[in-house]
């Protein structure tokens, strides 16, 4: 009981780590760059869930929409990778030379 309490607490913190633009890696882009990131990850996401929920009937046809889902994990973690290598803090930029 104890550890699913724990699991359940882990991911509550997780989701709202990963939803809150000030803690999650697009902080340091600018905020038309982090709006249009997040806009085109919400409707990816809105897609994909779509796709999964709507081939539940079709128990054949179902591993599109279980692709569609990884498809959108894997483009997550890249977008936030990308953003994170773009626009990094600025102590970790490298200085400019004049």
Known sequence: MFGAYKFILFTTRSFYHLL?????????????TRYLFSILLACFWCLAFGLWAGELY????????????VTM???????FKYV???????????????
Not at 73 to 79: K, N, R, S
């Open 20 to 32: 809150d633009p000030n803690k999650n890696d697009l902080r340091y882009a600018p905020v038309s």
């Open 73 to 79: 994990a894997f483009g997550t973690w890249a977008v």
């Open 58 to 69: 079709l128990m054949g046809f179902n591993m599109i929409g279980h692709i569609a889902l």
């Open 84 to 98: 994170k290598y773009v626009y990094k803090p600025r102590s970790e930029q490298e200085p400019q030379s004049n």
